[in-house]
């Protein structure tokens, strides 16, 4: 009998689902996820694992999973496995994209509706009782309608974000690796650099994913290019922003604002400087946390998971063509 290993709790359906397979399913429910020498133990005698956002997936973990052969990751981000190392083993890698795209959107475009429209602060004004009486002049937001959106990162999720922002008569500029075609279907406009984006925009929203080569991405000379009125919104991943130069630009006023779903570390301590900012805007990493996406999420985990065991490649694998050209693997 297969033996998987789900790293949190997880919906009853999909835990159902699992177990209808036949496969014995271990679910890891402790409040806190495993540590590296407790998911080193847990996958010994595993042949799927069902992973999340806090397992480093790494060679180690591998090695000591002798029968391993899928990791279906609950997320489309999958920046925490070390995929050349599942490539060498012949371990298939699934992930969840597409169908947290349009909430992972909506949470960032609330983020930027929040600090555009001041309403991440002003409720909290009200409930202390600091209402002052009217004034013109005060408690003045900025607008987005007719306001330029730059979009780093024209994905599936970049897409649907270039998506809202065209229903705002907001302007979408974006920069990608690639000119993409459905570029059309928003009217965004390709920049063929990221220092052109970011001196153009009035609101900068990060949805690349997190390599080597995105790690800072963000830093103190970016900023200096940003508009001094401009907002960072950041939903991908922490590492991609350098948090100790964004507090130095949030803090001089280099930059006017900054809404961040993600942060290094996560969750990022209470007496994290950023938090000492008025400017800037915390949630904690739930760009996809909606019932229904998540939902999906699991279930789309579950497929991958599933579909490896039985031999298959995952329906929505990150790695088929490495494994499959390569002809030591006999998958
Ligand atoms: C998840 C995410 O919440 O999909 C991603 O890459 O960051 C989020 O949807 C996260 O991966 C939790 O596992």
């Known amino acids: 009998m297969p033996k998987i290993l789900v790293t949190r709790r997880t919906f009853p359906e999909s835990a159902a689902a699992l177990r209808a397979s ?14 590296k020498e407790g998911l080193i133990a847990a996958v010994c005698d595993i042949d799927g694992l069902y992973a999340h956002i806090t397992n480093q997936v790494d060679a180690e973990v591998m090695e000591a ?7 279906a990751e609950f997320g489309v981000g999958y920046d925490n496995i070390d995929i050349n190392a599942a ?22 475009f609330a983020l930027l509706t929040a600090m555009a ?16 009486d009217f004034d013109p002049l005060g408690y003045l937001a900025t607008d987005i309608h007719h ?13 649907e974000m270039a998506k809202r ?37 009035d609101y900068v929203s990060l949805h690349n994913p997190l390599t080597p080569e995105t790690t800072n991405m963000m830093s103190t000379d970016q900023f200096k290019l940003m508009k001094k009125s401009a907002i960072l919104i950041n939903t991908t991943r922490g590492p991609v922003v350098d948090q100790e130069a964004l507090y130095e630009a949030l803090k001089s006023g280099e ?27 915390i949630m904690p990493h739930v760009a996809s946390a909606t019932g229904d996406t998540r939902m999906k999420m699991a279930m789309m985990c579950v497929e991958n998971v599933l579909a490896g065991l039985a031999g298959d490649w995952p329906p929505y694998c990150v790695n088929q063509a490495a494994i499959a050209g390569n002809a030591r693997l006999n998958r």
């Open 22 to 35: 036949g496969a014995e399913v271990v679910v890891w429910e402790d409040a806190d996820s495993p540590t």
């Open 117 to 132: 429209r001041r309403t991440y602060d002003l409720p909290a004004m009200v409930k202390r009782g600091e209402w002052g």
């Open 65 to 71: 999973a002798p029968n391993l052969k899928v990791i």
């Open 255 to 281: 930059i006017a604002g900054a809404a961040l779903d993600v942060t290094v570390p996560e969750p990022i301590p209470a007496d994290h400087p950023l938090l000492t900012l008025d400017n800037c805007l």
């Open 165 to 201: 922002a065209a229903g705002f008569n907001m302007e979408v500029l974006y920069f990608n690796r690639n000119r993409r075609e459905r570029e059309k279907e928003f009217g965004a406009t390709y920049v063929d650099s990221l220092d052109e984006l970011l001196e153009r925009s």
């Open 87 to 108: 490539n060498e083993r012949g371990i298939a890698v699934g992930n969840t994209p597409d169908v947290l795209s349009e909430s992972t959107a909506d949470e960032a």
């Open 147 to 159: 306001k330029t959106l730059g979009i780093v990162g024209m994905g599936n999720i970049g897409s």
